[in-house]
Nanobody, 123 residues
């Protein structure tokens, strides 16, 4: 079993930055891909980006490309989502997810999920 706990959400003005963290505990394997998804009020959950275990591969949704960066510190079992130049449309609950040995944007392929952290961007 793998447990994921997100932190770092909050309220920020448009144009500001936030860094989210996702702490991984439990049975951690070296081949987990880590991803971030988000869900805005009244909308379906959507893919934000992923990073491979080695960190060599990252991929982002077009809506966040160039503004968001995913990184990981495997020694500390933590994944980060650096969000810059935030926009009101980035307001959502952000979730981290773990999938074993996959590189995909499909949320059903990720077996483990955190509880989410709220990010609110004011205009």
């Amino acid at each position: 079993q793998v447990q994921l706990v997100e932190s770092g959400g909050g309220l920020v003005q448009a144009g500001g930055s936030l860094r989210l963290s996702c702490a991984i505990s439990g049975r951690t394997y070296s081949s987990y891909t880590m991803a971030w998804f988000r869900q805005a009020p009244g909308k379906a959950r959507e893919f934000v980006g992923y990073i491979s275990w080695s960190g060599a591969n990252t991929y982002y949704a077009d809506s966040v490309k160039g503004r968001f960066t995913i990184s990981r510190d495997n020694a500390k079992n933590t994944v980060f989502l650096q969000m810059n130049n935030l926009k009101p449309e980035d307001t959502a609950v952000y979730y981290c997810a773990a999938g074993l040995g996959i590189l995909t944007t499909v949320e059903t392929r990720f077996a483990y999920w955190g509880q989410g952290t709220q990010v609110t961007v004011s205009s």
